[in-house]
């Protein structure tokens, strides 16, 4: 059996991973959920006709030509660490990982697509992409799902479109979301406002981990709710427009930050630098709140030969099951937060200190 | 009176909105007004700010009335309301009345537009286009226009042959 953290390239190769506009949008995404015709859904179903299910499913989509060179497993097969380095990784949901039995796991190693089989609904497949590649995302999954319903029977209403399991999924099964880094908007205290006209613009905005998570490191997800009565060019376009206004806001907020309260912006990232480069202990969250403004440092060049892939792949093994990944012995909390200010003091040991220059050409 | 949101505290904000004939109370406690971000009472759209509260309503009234139960697979209404999760594809058609309102609060619309199967695809389009042509030909009648009417009489004579068979 192959084991999933051999599989997977490394943190840091991950992390060379470019797209368009990248220095805010972390990362994109599109995924469709669909159901099998015949079966009750996962939820409802019990164990045999679940196991079933992955066992129909599995090889279905492992066969695709997108998966030839893929991690394909049963979750009963996969121990919790390996789990959660998958939420880490944004490859399966929280929720997913908290499945075992009759639940299993395809994703092709280019981290392109993954399909979550018996999380929700029988299947949820989606398409990666780094920085705002939405449209992309979409029709690299509209593929592949036309593809997997040669041979699988969806689940098709001719008005209702897609059947779901939870009826908020109804129609297209779609939902589009974006990973995007805001900490100028953070900073100047318009993210609330933000994120309520998002809301009313019938989007979601949620933390890094999607549904009831908190938005550690100012990362935020923005994704569509509404699955019924538009389609899915709609859906991907309107999800377009707003993530192009949040970039301009955000990037506006950077520039007004630096014009008008330039000593806030350098004291955070000057902290941020301070703290990540000195701690002895450090815990995830704290880790990923201050990478963030060194993140922000990066993007304003104040610490010139630095990219901001060393800041992304920090970001990622950092956070508890990528750090155990790396020891053997099994950490507490606390022997974790030694080992992640040790790693991150070492990692950062050729950054100099943040360079201020005097802003707006010493018109300040 | 209690917070409907978190049920514990007591609800001190009180919000009300009338759409068309329909009146919605909220009633919230300080802390959940501010979660859901009522301190402001000019800068929200109630409507959207509601759409999940409303929603709970309305899988209420999805939940109420008779013990359904799906004959696919068991599952009943009463399930329904405590998981918000359906059993199988078929409880879409066993729960479709209750369900109607729960999607209109939910959703654009409560019809598919987007992608279908292929090999459905050609059926789905078959019948929008006998939906139209069956709108065109009363428009047709009512305007006495009957020789439009016959022509488009016999195009759905044929459509109508060609979408039942291949159902």
């Known amino acids: 059996m192959k084991d999933i953290h051999t599989f997977l390239c490394s943190p840091a190769e991950s992390t060379q991973r470019h797209g368009p506009y990248d220095r805010i949008v972390m990362s994109s995404r599109v995924r ?19 196991v079933k299910v992955l066992e129909m499913v599995l090889p279905a989509v492992s066969a695709l030509p997108e998966m030839s060179d893929s991690f394909a497993e049963a979750l009963d097969n996969l121990t919790a660490l390996d789990k959660q380095l998958l939420v880490e990784r944004h490859l399966i949901s929280r929720e997913h990982a908290a499945k075992s039995i009759g639940s299993g796991l395809v994703v092709n190693r280019a981290e392109t697509f993954s399909v979550m089989i018996n999380e929700e609904d029988h299947l949820r497949m989606q398409a990666l992409r780094p920085g705002f590649q939405t449209r992309d995302a979409w029709q690299a999954i509209d593929k592949l799902d036309s593809a997997l319903e040669k041979k699988l029977n969806f689940a098709f209403d001719n008005e209702l479109g897609y059947l779901t399991a939870c009826p908020t999924n109804l129609g297209t099964g779609i939902r589009v979301s974006a990973m995007l880094h805001l900490p100028g908007l953070v900073l100047s205290e318009q993210i609330n406002p933000i994120i309520q006209s998002v809301n009313k613009l019938g ?5 890094l981990y999607g549904e009831g998570t908190e938005a550690l490191g100012n990362v935020f997800q923005v994704s569509n709710q509404m699955t019924l009565g538009e389609s899915e060019t709609v859906i991907v376009e309107r999800l377009e427009k707003v993530l192009a206004q949040i970039i301009e806001h955000e990037e506006n907020a950077r520039q007004t930050l630096m014009e008008k309260k330039p000593k806030i912006v350098f004291n955070h990232i000057g902290r941020a630098y301070g703290i990540l480069a000195n701690a002895h202990l450090i815990s995830s969250k704290e880790t990923m709140n201050q990478l963030s403004f060194l993140r922000l440092g990066v ?14 792949e920090l970001f990622l093994v950092t956070q508890p099951a990528h750090l155990q990944k790396q020891v053997s012995d099994k950490l507490s909390a606390e022997e974790r937060d030694l080992i992640r200010a040790d790693m991150v003091r070492e990692r950062l040991k050729n950054v100099s200190r943040p360079v201020i220059k005097p802003p707006g050409g010493g018109a300040n | 009176m209690q917070c409907c949101v978190c049920k514990e505290k007591p609800a001190t904000v009180h919000l009300t909105q009338i759409v068309g004939d329909k009146m919605q109370k909220l009633d919230l406690c300080e802390d959940c007004a501010k979660a859901k971000g009522f301190n402001d009472p000019t800068g929200f759209a109630m409507a959207d700010q509601m759409l999940g509260l409303g929603a709970s309503l309305e899988l209420e009234s999805a939940a109420a009335g008779a013990e359904l139960k799906c004959p696919r697979c068991g599952f009943s209404q009463a399930d329904f309301k405590k998981s918000g999760r359906l059993g199988c594809p078929e409880c879409y058609r066993t729960f479709a009345e209750g369900l109607s309102g729960l999607l209109k609060t939910m959703h654009k619309g409560t019809r598919h537009v987007g992608k279908a199967p292929e090999a459905l695809r050609q059926t789905r389009d078959n019948v929008d286009r006998l939906k139209s042509l069956q709108k065109k030909l009363a428009r047709a009648i009512e305007d006495e226009n009957y020789e439009s009417a016959a022509a488009l009489r016999d195009e759905i004579k044929i459509m109508g042959g060609s979408v039942a068979k291949s159902r």
């Open chain 1, 32 to 50: 469709l959920a669909r159901n099998l015709r015949d079966f009750a859904f996962p939820g409802w179903a019990k164990k045999p006709e679940r």
């Open chain 1, 299 to 312: 993007d304003m060049d104040l610490f010139p030969g630095t990219s901001r892939a060393l800041v992304d």
């Open chain 1, 203 to 207: 989007l979601a905005v949620r933390g």
